[in-house]
């Protein structure tokens, strides 16, 4: 395991086309301070514009951040509306620090579950950016893998389709990510080595990446050292290593 100080990225090296990020740990690293959880996500949400920014810098194509689970509406509903009110914030202030940046908005989930407001701005930050050549930033929000897939069948059998014309791409095409790239890599911050119902099926052959920082922590420096694990990490996709001379 690297650690900090150790960063040697190699920027011309292979950098992932997509990241997904499950941002966990804000509740714990607030109460470890003796601060109400919803400082953590404040934190947090600091967090994604810095690694928002890095990933502009070094040419990522598409990040997904995972925001908001569809389990999560299962937390009290104070916690709900205070991230919510985080997430309202987050697109009232950034809009057009994205559209300046070139940056695609599109979010995965089932949005219309959101508060009409979000719904609003989401739809308004999604038009705004649509036709922009640049990153694409795709906020998983009322997410959740199982849920899209399900979503996605239903998708496959309301049009008529014949059993025998299911392919993979066909699934790939019905869910949420239609269109994105399969991501590279998985960061999971906070300790927890789960997945937790996100791009299940999109991330068949992802580089998964557990780090135990907290996601408020989770700065420049610790994105570097995720991208640089990577970087020496063997994509096999079941076949050989391409060094391999086995005949
Ligand atoms: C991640 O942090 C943010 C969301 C799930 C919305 P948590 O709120 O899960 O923080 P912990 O895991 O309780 O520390
Ligand atoms: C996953 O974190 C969801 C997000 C980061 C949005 P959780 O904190 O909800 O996941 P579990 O409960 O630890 O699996
Ligand atoms: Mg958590």
């Excluded at 890095?54 to 509306?81: H, M």
């Excluded at 640049?134 to 893998?145: E, I, N, Q, R």
């Excluded at 994105?180 to 960061?187: A, G, K, S, T, V």
Aim: proline content about 4%; some cysteine.
């Amino acid at each position: 395991m690297l650690s900090r100080g150790d960063n040697k990225l190699d920027i011309h090296g292979r950098i992932p086309s997509h990241v997904g990020i499950i941002m966990d740990g804000n509740g714990r690293w607030a109460e470890s301070r003796g601060l109400p959880r919803i400082e953590g996500h404040r934190r947090g949400s600091e967090r994604v514009k810095e690694i928002v920014e890095v990933s502009l810098d070094i040419g990522i194509k598409c990040i997904t951040l995972y925001a908001f689970s569809t389990e999560n509406w299962q937390r009290p509903k104070s916690e709900v509306s205070m991230l919510m009110k985080l997430l309202e914030l987050y697109l009232k202030n950034e809009l057009s620090k994205l559209v300046k940046k070139g940056i695609v908005f599109r979010t995965i989930g089932e949005t219309w579950r959101l508060p009409e407001n979000i719904q609003k701005l989401i739809k308004d930050t999604t038009e705004m950016t649509a036709s922009n050549k640049g990153m694409t930033l795709v906020a998983a929000l009322s997410y959740s893998s199982r849920n899209e897939i399900t979503r996605g069948i239903k998708k496959i059998i309301a049009s008529g389709i014949k059993p025998e014309e299911v392919t993979e791409d066909l699934v790939t095409s019905s869910l949420d990510t239609d269109g994105l790239p399969q991501p590279d890599l998985i960061i999971r911050t906070s300790g927890e080595r789960r997945l937790s119902n996100f791009l299940l099926w999109q991330s068949a052959y992802a580089e998964l990446y557990f780090t135990d920082v907290l996601w408020p922590d989770f700065d420049k420096e610790e994105f570097m050292l995720a991208l640089q694990d990577f970087q020496g990490r063997e994509r096999r996709f079941g076949s050989l290593p391409v060094s391999s001379n086995a005949s």
